[in-house]
């Protein structure tokens, strides 16, 4: 049988299981460990658009997981990262409306699950100072939830660039990161380094933006993964080519991203599909950048 029919099993037997009235705990563990296995398979997945359409299915299997088991740390990181990584994958570009919401949603089981330890509680309430103070107890087991709570908090607030509210929040979602990065670096095909590639390129000094850090970030990132995790150019071009205003730059990574092989790391097959999606994008618009 194959990974993904295997992937597929998991998830009917999840369906049968959201039937009932009451799941055990038996039952959640054991189809939280099947979706935990079979999460290499979605991630390997060649047909991006397979992937898109079972996305959804998958979210809310999780989340109905998640009503009989609400504090399962396991489910709420695999809520966290398939409510994230959907959003941006399938959904920033062409429903930029609906990604904001995923992104919220991704973020609070993100948050939910490092507030499971009580000096973690409360952190999107609380002023950046303190949120600083609390991430002082955070352990390398919270490496994962941090990031994806920065991750999900950082790709909502890009959607909500005309709410000051929302924009005020980001050095929150960056102290995050920041902990995750001092506590696992690498994690997740070094996003962190991704992440402050994108947070100093987007950002005007006036709050913080700094160009080298950007172009530090970003290559820290590229050489961590030995230039074969496609998403890493793609952003560089996006956030650091267009704010350099650098079009030689922009137009020599996509187009090495589009003649790149895909899947060349393991488990990124699927990011690779759709970082060459998106580079196909960002080239058709090269004139509205430049």
């Known amino acids: 049988m194959s990974a993904l029919k295997k992937y597929a099993c998991a998830l009917a037997a999840a369906a049968v299981l959201s039937g009932c009235a009451a799941v055990d705990r038996m039952g959640v563990s054991a189809t939280r460990d099947a979706l935990v296995r079979g999460r290499t398979s979605v991630l390997d997945e060649p047909d ?29 990181r695999l809520a966290a990262e398939s409510f994230g990584g959907g959003a941006f994958l399938f959904y920033e570009d062409a429903a930029p409306a609906r990604a904001k919401g995923l992104y919220r ?4 089981f993100a948050l939910a699950a490092l507030a499971r330890r009580t000096a973690l509680r409360g952190l999107a309430d609380k002023p950046l100072d303190d949120v600083t103070t609390a991430l002082e107890a955070a352990t390398v087991d919270d490496a994962p939830d941090l990031f994806w709570a920065a991750f999900c908090w950082a790709g909502e607030i890009n959607l909500s660039r005309d709410d ?19 506590l696992e670096p690498g994690y997740h095909f070094d996003g962190t380094d991704l992440f402050f590639g994108i947070y100093y390129a987007s950002r005007p ?7 080298k850090k950007a172009l530090k970030s970003f290559e820290a990132a590229r050489k961590s993964t030995q230039d074969r995790y496609l998403m890493n150019s793609v952003m560089e071009a996006r ?20 003649a790149a092989p895909a899947g060349t790391m393991p488990e990124a097959r699927l990011t ?16 509205d950048y430049f």
């Open 48 to 76: 991006y658009d397979l992937a898109r359409e079972a996305a959804p299915a998958q979210m809310k299997l999780i989340e109905t997981l998640l009503a009989s088991a609400p504090r399962d740390r396991g489910l709420l």
């Open 105 to 108: 949603r991704g973020r609070d």
């Open 239 to 258: 956030w650091y080519a267009v704010a350099a205003q650098d079009k030689d730059l922009f137009k020599k990574l996509l187009d090495a991203v589009a």
């Open 205 to 211: 000094p006036l709050l913080g933006g700094d160009p």
């Open 164 to 182: 000051p509210a929302e924009v005020a929040d980001l050095p929150k979602a960056a102290a995050l990161m920041a902990r995750a990065a001092a």
């Open 272 to 287: 690779d599909e759709a970082a060459k999606r998106k580079a196909a994008v960002l080239l058709e618009k090269i004139d």
